[in-house]
């Protein structure tokens, strides 16, 4: 059973809790992917994912990539979720470490996940610790670029977007569904709870926010 580790309220009122526990269990409108630019979902997060989805998810995800090309940073791509309890799978794509700019992409992959949520009209949203697997990403590290990624996403005064330009709507004329109003992040092993709580504990400490 997932447990919440620790719970806030986002600038906007929404709620942000830290999960000990197993993503692909997660009950909510869709849960992100630890992908690769290829959605080949072979390892970690990802070929827990594929596996317990079946095989809708990479299916989807080989059509994806023949329609639109390898996935980027900053614009995840997204499937069915296949026999998840969630509705849709988010594939972000972080980098690996070493290969440069490391805290810029991982941050764009964070957004541009909660930005297609938001186009999609969900309510809620489960991540995982993006890059920390076999990309290597320093799970403190990572933690802290997550939790800062999430905070500024929501400290947007306007986060509606025009599902079909994917441009912000003018002041006042949001779209008709609800936006994210949840975010999980939900993590399955010892060490990486570990840091997000380090992490979590010291922004709350520290930080101005």
């Known amino acids: 059973m997932n447990t919440i580790l620790r719970q806030s309220t986002l600038p906007g009122g929404e709620t942000l809790q830290l999960i000990q526990g197993d993503l692909t269990t997660e009950q909510v409108d869709a849960i992100v992917n630890a992908a690769n630019a290829h959605l080949q979902h ?5 070929g827990m994912i594929s596996r317990r989805g079946g095989p809708q998810v990479q299916a989807e995800s080989d059509a994806w990539v023949r329609q639109h090309g390898p996935v980027s940073h900053a614009e995840p791509a997204y499937t069915s979720a296949g026999q998840l309890p969630c509705r849709y799978v988010i594939h972000a794509v972080g980098p690996v470490w070493g290969e440069g700019d ?15 949520a938001d186009r999609l009209g969900l309510k809620s949203i489960a991540l995982p610790a993006i890059s920390t697997g076999i990309f290597g990403f320093p799970r403190l590290r990572a933690a802290r670029v997550i939790l800062a990624a999430v905070w500024d996403y929501f400290s947007q005064q306007d986060r509606s977007f025009d599902f ?11 779209k008709p569904t609800d936006s994210l109003v949840q975010v ?9 709870v570990d840091a997000f709580l380090e992490a979590w504990d010291e922004s709350e400490t520290h930080s101005p926010r």
């Open 42 to 46: 072979g390892g970690g997060v990802a």
């Open 102 to 116: 490391e805290d810029n992409k991982l941050a764009a992959a964070v957004n541009g996940s909660l930005k297609l």
């Open 164 to 174: 079909a330009h994917d441009t912000p709507r003018p002041a006042g004329q949001h």
């Open 184 to 192: 999980r992040l939900t993590l399955f092993d010892q060490p990486t």
